[in-house]
């Protein structure tokens, strides 16, 4: 057993992060005008190019654990950290095309077409998307010279890439000048964070770094999509929506399916290995509540009451959470009356945020709040209808909640 390492927090700045507007392609440097934030991101970019360890770093969607794409021991690292099953690939994080080009594809041709490595599928939607919460397959470069370490690529023929929008990560990469693995820094099969006091519960004594740069904006991981295979298919539900990658990648996307686990025939292989794991499991029970579209008309407080008064014997005793759509500030006294009457223990409620994109943004540090800090025994959450955003909300719910469906 290795001997726990001290888990340094260093607070950074994004503002003060300036990248040119074609820095993604070119992979032209920041500028950083903050010194303490220069230190620390210089500090951390030390670490992933010189060493074997990882760092905790914001992305624009979650907390990545990170260390070099390149390097075995490393990816090994995060793995161990994690606690992490290792059939179960990593993404590649790069700051531009050119590092892309240079430090996977081992091609430092200077003044050729930028995209040459990238299927011509891609393009729209990478033009219109990168930087940003877009994950993509590639091949794995059959060059002589080996580049990506068989464990971030789980030994697939191919692997997943973006170059992240949070000016923190990106100049993380940038300055290390290495393409970096990072799979959600929660450890497995928790929610993922969105906050670096996250971080910091699930991996203390078990990284080395920590940079802080406040919440994650969107909330829920990257939408990762293969357009390798025909028809493209959207793999994971995420940061951009799946209308979005109908709308914006061109004629190529409008055929593009779902994959989710009931269209997987038995005995077929799982083309995302992450989707077999348990994730995104608070401690805590979870009940998910579906809705019912017939019943719309009523209102969701009507409707949460009635699951309570259903399930009476079943909730009796327990420290409750429920988080719900409905405005916790218009309607307290309502609340009070319809609970009261349902469920003994004082029922935690809060609100889970009024649009798609709060939702989201909010759905992973709620149910770490009422799961690690509130240490309820029972957590109900109102699901959403499944489009736009609420096709990522309710992936991550469903697994949250381990299929613990209700229909209400
Ligand atoms: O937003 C994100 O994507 C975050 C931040 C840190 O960037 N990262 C993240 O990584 O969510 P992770 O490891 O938790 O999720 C990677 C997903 C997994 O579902 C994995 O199975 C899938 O991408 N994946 C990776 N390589 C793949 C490949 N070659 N083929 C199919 N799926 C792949
Ligand atoms: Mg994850």
Redesign the pocket.
Same mark, same amino acid.
């Given at each position: 057993m290795s001997l726990p390492l001290k888990t340094e927090i260093l607070k950074i700045d994004g503002n003060c992060i300036k990248f040119s507007d074609r820095a993604h392609l070119d992979g032209s440097l920041p500028e950083i005008s903050d010194a303490e934030s220069r230190q620390a991101l210089l500090k951390a970019a030390s670490i992933i190019r010189d060493t074997d360890e990882t760092v905790a770093f914001p992305?624009e969607?979650?907390?990545?654990l990170g260390g070099s794409s390149l390097n075995d021991n490393s990816v090994l690292n995060i793995y161990k950290a994690k606690n992490r099953p290792s059939d179960?690939?990593?993404?590649s994080?790069v700051s531009s095309i050119d590092q892309l080009n240079r430090k996977i594809y081992n091609d430092n041709e200077q003044g050729g077409e930028l995209l040459r490595h990238i299927p011509q599928i891609y393009h729209p939607l990478i033009e219109k998307l990168w930087p940003g919460?877009l994950?993509i397959?590639l091949p794995v470069p059959n060059s002589d010279k080996k580049t990506l370490s068989k464990f971030t690529?789980?030994e697939?023929p191919?692997?997943?890439v &973006?170059i992240?929008a949070n000016p923190i990560a990106r100049a993380l990469i940038a300055l290390s000048d290495t393409p970096i693995a990072?799979?959600?820094?929660n450890a497995s099969t928790r929610p993922?964070p969105t906050l670096a006091s996250h971080v910091y519960h699930d991996l203390k004594g078990k990284i080395p770094l920590i940079l802080d740069g406040g919440a994650c904006k969107v909330g829920v991981?990257?939408t990762?999509v293969?357009g390798l295979c025909d028809p493209p298919a959207l793999? &994971?539900p995420?940061?951009f929506t799946y209308e979005d990658i109908l709308n914006l990648g061109g004629k190529s996307w409008e055929s593009c399916r779902v994959e989710n686990k009931k269209a997987i025939n038995a005995g077929e292989k799982v083309?995302?290995?992450?989707?077999k794991y348990k994730h995104y499991a608070p401690s805590a029970k979870v009940f998910l509540l579906i809705p019912n579209p017939d019943k719309s008309q009523h209102s969701p407080l009507k409707r949460l009451s009635q699951f309570l008064t259903t399930h009476k014997e079943a909730l009796d005793q327990k420290k409750i959470a429920i988080l719900t759509t409905f405005d916790l500030r218009d309607s307290q006294i309502e609340i009070e009356n319809e609970f009261n009457s349902t469920v003994n223990a004082n029922a935690l409620v809060l609100n889970l945020g009024h649009s798609g994109e709060e939702i989201q943004a909010n759905l992973f540090a709620l149910l770490r709040k009422v799961d690690e800090d509130e240490k309820v025994d029972v957590i109900v959450v109102e699901g959403i209808p499944e489009d736009a955003e609420g096709l990522a909300v309710m992936n991550r719910l469903r697994k949250a909640s381990g299929d613990n469906l209700v229909a209400f």
């Open positions: 992305t969607t979650v907390y990545g179960n690939p990593l993404i994080h919460p994950t397959l690529t789980g697939q191919t692997f997943a &973006r992240p990072a799979p959600s820094a993922s991981e990257s990762v293969d793999l &994971r995420g940061g083309r995302t290995p992450g989707m």
